[in-house]
């Protein structure tokens, strides 16, 4: 198996970022208009780089990150990038593929050690459900690459499956430095989401798609704040949040429950 990876931006110092932490922030909490934008500067810079590689296949295969039910915010990167790969080679075949997540959990990721996120993840079972030809181009896109362990798993996918097709990884960024710990991921997560009123200026701006992260955060927040983030959305934000909780099973999960249980009732309501 021939494996690459490339990213927009390459993170060697935490205090001379090339990109922007709070728009980084609004994104991984749902503005897909920034989602947008990182995946129109990803094929750019990705199509300068792989323009003879495209060349050599008919099929592409674009994979978002993995996920269960909801979307991670990658999805809005992934479609940004099809669009403009499938437009600049309308000759070619590209294909929207998607890996299968099932596992979910309640720890904030970016929080953990190297060896933290590998033992979690370790834990996870990503599957697709496709049918893999040899000749075809397999292309994976996630938002960033701080330890890597994302990558592991998928790769000892692609091995249970005994797929050797060549494959590139692309990130929005890929953390160089292996001196920054790699809880600075959090720094960027959250670099404008302090509280649920963020994410509230998040959803006024209109480009607003729910994601994972999202509804976590909404989920697992106190109960007070819950209410009063929830109070002022109408059925269609409501009823859409609960059907997207139902797929990822948060009412499964202890810390997401309570919150999910008021929600329903909420939605019943109006």
Known sequence: MKISSHATHYIKSKDDLNFSEIEYSKFKFGDSNIGNKYGRDLFISFEKKYREKIKDYEIINV??????????????????????LSNKYPEKIIEQKKINRTTTYSVDYGNLSASERLKLISNDIFKIDEKIKENELLIFIDDIKITGSHEFVVKKMLNSYS???????????????????????????????????????????????????????????KRKDFLEFIKDKDKSFLTEMLNNAKGNKYYDIPEYSENFFKLVRLEQQL
């Open 63 to 84: 994979f978002s990150s993995p996920y269960f039910y909801i979307p991670t915010a990658t999805l809005t990167i992934t479609e940004a990038f099809i669009d403009l």
């Open 163 to 221: 797929i050797s097709n060549e494959c590139i990884f692309l990130y929005h960024a890929i953390l160089k430095n292996k001196n920054i710990d790699p809880k600075f991921e959090n720094f960027l997560n959250y670099g404008f989401v302090k509280k649920l009123s963020d994410v509230n200026k998040i959803i006024d701006s209109k480009n607003f798609k729910f994601n994972t992260r999202v509804i976590k955060y909404i989920l697992n927040s």
